[in-house]
């Protein structure tokens, strides 16, 4: 294993890392402004003012086009851009997706990434688009491993290497090519051709891409989602593994008039007022952006400002373990997104792995908190405590609670725990007191497990209104089930 990423925070899979590039240190997650070598809407120097470490282009951009590829070769690429941190170069193979072809070949263009001194290099691998036929996609898979196979044997120094994960939308293909190229030891893992998936809002297909890729990776290597820029999804990117992000988005939105917003996007017609702060929306009224000569670059600035502002939530949600909360709160500006959430929370047991053991506190903010793997952490080491003798679980105090030899809370969604571990995390966690179908369904669940893990015990529950569910006659079977009276 390399060491070039380091893990210094972790919430959830998600995780703030510092990346040793040969221009310098990044502290991930972080988007890299992709710059078009032809039309830099914002010039390059000015990307650290909005908080940018690194940035990203296309050296087969550069390569076509004789005053680019001659400037670069002779003074390198970061003097053709005017900027001295790091930059990843792709290779061409978004064109190849495009157009079926490109005027290179692997070899080469890989040559050339080093020659002008890319910070982290490309293969060509082959981005096979979502849902086409196994067949194609095992056979496009054999090209891109090849290539990348012979990149890593020609980068053996100097620029780090990335190994980008395909596979279409098979799930078993995208975890097996990942093993592969982790075997390889490439510096930095790209997640590719997920661009369509996110075009057509298909989160929950974008989050099994995902966590199937991760699943093949080593856990601590960097992981890029190619062609990601719309900080909507950040949060929930990021929670299930992603270290880095390209943005062309900012410049491809503000082309086409378009605002974003860490919820979603707004045609800059539709906007009489600015939801934001940022230099320019704090200068500006909505009717002089419209108005404006430099609109698409006023937009452009306005993007940038939004995307980083978002990425630096996303770390501090990191540092104070509520990064969670804030997937809930963001995957709840799109439908599409939800479901996407939904799909993350499919793999709680994946994330339990990953999921720090400690945090400030848990706030449940809708059903999908009860899938939360805090719940399932708890589920799966209840056999650590034992209970002998007689029990009450209640949610409310009793005026009978000293007559018992335990004390228990049952709290939905967690279930019922010792009353002496209230005020510790998890379950100090705020909830509603009139818990939803599902906190109560998983409650009644994990307290049913507790029970028959303690068959020595007598077990005796207090019901309340507010925690009537199917489950109860289940419980009733093995512990006395009695009305709460006040
Ligand atoms: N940009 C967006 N998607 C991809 C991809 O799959 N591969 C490469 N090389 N670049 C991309
Ligand atoms: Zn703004």
């Known amino acids: 294993m390399s060491t070039i990423f380091e893990i210094v925070h972790k919430d959830a899979a998600g995780r703030i890392g510092r990346l040793t590039t040969p221009h310098g240190i990044v502290e991930t997650p972080t988007v890299m402004p992709v710059i078009n070598p032809n039309i830099q809407l914002i010039k390059s120097h000015e990307m650290r003012g909005f908080g940018a470490e690194v940035l990203i282009t296309n050296s087969y951009i550069i390569y076509r086009r004789d005053e680019l590829r001659e400037c670069a070769l002779k003074n390198g690429l970061h003097s053709l851009l005017g900027f001295d941190g790091p930059i990843m170069t792709d290779s061409g193979s978004f064109q190849l997706s495009i157009y079926g072809e490109v005027e290179v070949t692997n070899e080469q263009i890989i040559k050339f990434q080093q020659k002008i001194g890319s910070d982290i290099g490309v293969p060509l691998d082959i981005p096979t688009p979502p849902d086409v036929s196994r067949s194609r996609v095992e056979s496009e898979l054999a090209t891109t491993m090849e290539r990348l196979t012979e990149a890593r044997k020609i980068v053996t120094d100097g620029m780090l ?19 592969t190229l982790s075997e390889l030891d490439f510096d930095v893992y790209p997640l590719g051709a997920v661009v369509p ?20 990776l080593h856990p601590t290597s960097p992981v890029h989602l190619f062609g990601a820029g719309h900080p909507m999804m950040f949060a929930l990117a990021v929670a299930i593994g992603c270290d880095l992000f390209d943005s062309a988005a900012y410049a491809l939105y503000a082309k086409d008039a378009r605002y974003i917003t860490s919820n979603g996007t707004y045609h800059l017609e539709d906007l009489h007022y600015l939801p934001c702060s940022c230099p320019v929306c704090s200068s500006h009224t909505a009717e002089e952006i419209k108005n404006a000569d ?38 709840r500006a799109h439908p599409r997104l939800l479901e996407g959430l939904k799909q993350a929370y499919s793999y709680s047991a994946w994330l339990e792995k990953y999921d720090r053991t400690s945090k400030s506190t848990f706030f449940y903010c809708g059903s999908e908190s009860a899938n939360r793997p805090e719940i399932l952490r708890f589920s799966n080491r209840m056999d ?26 049952f709290k939905p969604p967690f279930g019922a725990f010792p009353v002496e571990l209230g005020e510790v995390y998890p379950f100090n966690a705020e909830v509603v007191s009139n818990p939803d179908n599902e906190a109560v369904e998983r409650g009644l669940l994990n307290t049913i497990k507790l029970i028959e893990l303690n068959p020595e015990a007598e ?13 109860i006659g289940l419980l ?5 089930v009695v009305e709460f009276e006040r």
């Open 161 to 179: 290497l990335a190994g980008p994960v395909q596979g279409s939308t098979y799930k078993d293909l995208r975890e097996k090519c990942a093993r």
């Open 197 to 216: 998936l996110m075009e057509s809002y298909r989160y929950a297909d974008l989050v099994d891409v995902i966590v199937s890729s991760k699943k093949g």
């Open 294 to 331: 430099n609109r698409e670059e006023l937009l452009a600035r306005h993007n940038l400002y939004v995307t980083f502002e978002e990425m630096r939530l996303v770390k501090q949600s990191i540092k104070d373990g509520n990064l969670l909360e804030l997937v809930e709160l963001r995957c």
């Open 384 to 409: 650590r405590f034992t209970i002998t003798g007689s029990a009450i679980i209640r949610a409310t105090e009793t005026k009978d609670d000293s007559k018992y030899d335990n004390v228990l809370v």
């Open 459 to 471: 077990f005796t529950f207090v019901i309340e209104e507010r925690f009537k569910h199917p489950l």
């Open 476 to 480: 009733a079977e093995i512990a006395n």
